[in-house]
Nanobody
Framework: QVQVVESGGGLVQPGGSLRLSCVASGLTFSSYAMRWYRQAPGKERELVAGITSAGGSTNYADSVKGRFTISRDNAKNKVYLQMTSLKSEDTAVYYC????????WGQGTQVTVSS
């Protein structure tokens, strides 16, 4: 049974930092591209960042370029999202996605940026 579990969300002040983690089990993690998405209230889910299966290539939404960094540790079946210089508009539920032949999603972790 495949499980994808996010952690690390919380309340942070504008300009602060958070690191999200995602651990996947029940799949061959190193065969999956991994992505972080987010969904703010009343908005559609959007792609934030992605990383290829071996970690050799990453991509980012324009809104987070230069502030967020995605990375992965295939030995630990984990993917991370380091978020810096956080803004109020980064407030959302953040979801981890594992993609290969199939798509697997976590339940999400709430990130709230507020003073």
């Amino acid at each position: 049974q495949v499980q994808v579990v996010e952690s690390g969300g919380g309340l942070v002040q504008p300009g602060g930092s958070l690191r999200l983690s995602c651990v996947a089990s029940g799949l061959t993690f190193s065969s999956y591209a991994m992505r972080w998405y987010r969904q703010a209230p009343g908005k559609e889910r959007e792609l934030v960042a992605g990383i290829t299966s071996a970690g050799g290539s990453t991509n980012y939404a324009d809104s987070v370029k230069g502030r967020f960094t995605i990375s992965r540790d295939n030995a630990k079946n984990k993917v991370y999202l380091q978020m810096t210089s956080l803004k109020s508009e980064d407030t959302a539920v953040y979801y981890c996605n594992a993609r290969s032949m199939f798509d697997y999603w976590g339940q999400g972790t709430q990130v709230t940026v507020s003073s």
